[in-house]
């Protein structure tokens, strides 16, 4: 059984800096692409990062390249999004995902998904 547990959210000041963590279990992250989305109250969610580990290929959104850096420990089985330099447009649930072929970075291409985590950027 596939599942993904987010943790590390909370409330952050702007600049600062926070690590999400998902823990993934019933399969290796090393078969997947996995992904970061993110959703804030009224929009669509949308790809925040995504990593395949079969293509090296990573995937960052415009709005947080340079800021944020998706990372995979294949010991833990646990994928991280560190985040820093936040910003108040950050401020979003952040779901972990996966998927078991090679996709694109956009929600409806991933089957499995965590419970998502609150992140919420303000002074």
């Known amino acids: 059984q596939v599942q993904l547990v987010e943790s590390g959210g909370g409330l952050v000041q702007p600049g600062g800096s926070l690590r999400l963590s998902c823990a993934a279990s019933?399969?290796?992250?090393?078969?997947?692409?996995i992904g970061w989305f993110r959703q804030a109250p009224g929009q669509e969610r949308e790809g925040v990062s995504c990593?395949?580990?079969?293509?090296?290929?990573?995937y960052y959104a415009e709005s947080v390249k340079g800021r944020f850096t998706i990372t995979t420990d294949n010991a833990k089985n646990t994928v991280y999004l560190q985040m820093n330099a936040l910003k108040p447009d950050d401020t979003a649930v952040y779901y972990c995902?996966?998927?078991?072929?090679?996709?694109?970075?956009?929600?409806?291409?991933?089957?499995?998904w965590g419970q998502g985590i609150q992140v919420t950027v303000s002074s």
């Open positions: 995902a996966a998927e078991p072929r090679v996709v694109r970075c956009a929600p409806l291409e991933y089957e499995y």
């Open positions: 019933g399969f290796t992250l090393d078969s997947h692409a």
């Open positions: 990593i395949t580990s079969i293509t090296g290929n990573t």
